[in-house]
């Protein structure tokens, strides 16, 4: 079964320019999550989607984060103008959906960040 | 906001088994408990969860307290490989269902 799919991988941008990311969630899976990782803290939840719907966007800075998941598959998150402090690892999970407690959620490499 | 506490690190022999425990004294009825662990540079990786009794899978074994108000993770014979940041998660129940992550403990299996 393939995993969670997100690229690139690896991206160097200078501030306030734009950025975006995409992922491909394992297939079959409605909830889609994206998460901020900062060295040395623990993923923080950006924006959930259940299948193209947004669930919660309330930790998302919206002033310049935006992020969609058209047809319910992919999702693409985007940076506009990006700062300094948006130097991270930005993680895109999936599950089979939101409802049950029980099902867990799997996650992709990541992307890493780095705005200088 | 993450629901758990666990120690910053800890350290384990090869070939011992590693105990890593989790306090969540704040923990309700149908909350579960979740464990990752992510290894550098990778994204983070499920290794089990448990409501009320005790689970065993191919990677660990997940102990929860009878008043569930902590938990331990045992991974039964460490490797270098189990060299990681593991996440202890109440996955609490509100519109999204969603993983909340804490700073988790920093394993290292010492050769």
């Known amino acids: 079964e393939a995993g969670v799919a997100q690229s690139p991988r690896y991206k160097i941008i200078e501030k306030r320019q734009s950025v975006a990311f995409w992922c491909n969630p394992i297939?079959?899976?409605?909830?889609l999550y994206w998460y901020q990782q900062i060295l040395g803290q623990g993923p923080k939840l950006l924006i959930q989607?259940?299948?193209?719907?947004?669930?919660?966007d309330s930790q998302l800075p919206k002033d310049r984060f935006s992020a969609e998941r058209l047809k319910g598959v992919d999702s693409t998150l985007k940076i506009q103008p990006a700062k300094l402090e948006d130097s991270a690892v930005y993680l895109c999970?999936?599950?089979?959906?939101?409802?049950?407690?029980?099902?867990?959620?799997?996650f992709g490499q990541g992307t890493r960040l780095t705005v200088v | 906001d993450a629901k758990t506490t666990q120690p910053p690190s800890m350290d384990c022999a090869e070939g011992r088994a590693a105990n890593l425990p989790c306090n969540h004294s704040t923990i309700s009825g149908n909350e579960y408990v979740y464990w990752y662990r992510q290894i550098h540079s990778q994204g983070p990786q499920y290794i089990i969860h448990?409501?009320?009794n005790n689970e065993t899978n191919e990677m660990a074994s997940l102990i929860i307290t009878e008043d569930r108000k902590s938990s331990t993770l045992i991974l039964p014979h460490a490797t270098l490989r189990d060299t990681a940041v593991y996440y202890c998660?109440?996955?609490?129940?509100?519109?999204?269902?969603?993983?909340?992550f804490g700073t988790g403990t920093s394993l290292t299996v010492i050769p």
């Open positions: 297939s079959g899976h409605a909830t």
């Open positions: 448990g409501l009320k």
């Open positions: 999970a999936s599950s089979l959906e939101r409802t049950s407690m029980n099902t867990e959620a799997f």
């Open positions: 989607f259940q299948n193209n719907g947004v669930v919660d």
């Open positions: 998660i109440v996955r609490v129940p509100n519109t999204g269902n969603q993983f909340y």
